[in-house]
């Protein structure tokens, strides 16, 4: 005999739905902000963005993580050369057509990592 209780739909905080969609959480709508987002929601907004997610995605602000992926460094480099806050995309393109000697170090850096990441991975593959 089994029972058919109605399936309770799944739920996230704001600041996890935020950052699964790559956006600032206080960037976002009060009403985003204020509300839980099901799982079906979140689907939706990654399906068919509304005007406000487009534009926070295309113009910022930034989360760190979505920085450090613009600029090809690691977050742990962004706070090396003292990059602690949000940036926009204008701000991202300035720093990127500057190159100043951190972000070119930094960059180095991160290539090296993940260069020795992917040596570990092949290696951990043929053992």
């Known amino acids: 005999m089994s029972t058919s209780k109605a399936k309770t739909p799944q739920t996230m905080k704001p600041a996890t739905a935020a950052k699964k969609l790559g956006i ?3 960037a976002a709508p009060a009403e985003f902000q ?3 987002v ?3 929601e979140l ?3 990654q399906a068919d963005p509304p005007a406000w997610l487009a534009d926070l995605r295309r113009l910022g602000p930034h989360p760190r ?3 450090a992926a613009r600029l090809r460094v690691s977050a742990s480099g962004l706070a090396r050369a003292g990059i602690t806050g949000p940036l926009t995309t204008a701000e991202i393109e300035a720093l990127k057509a500057e190159n100043p000697d951190w972000l070119e170090r930094e960059r180095a850096i991160h290539n090296k990592v993940r260069q020795e990441e992917l040596r570990l991975k092949q290696q951990r593959a043929k053992a």
């Open 24 to 26: 600032l959480l206080s």
């Open 34 to 36: 204020e509300g839980v």
């Open 65 to 67: 993580q979505v920085v």
């Open 43 to 45: 689907n939706a907004l």
């Open 38 to 40: 099901s799982r079906d």
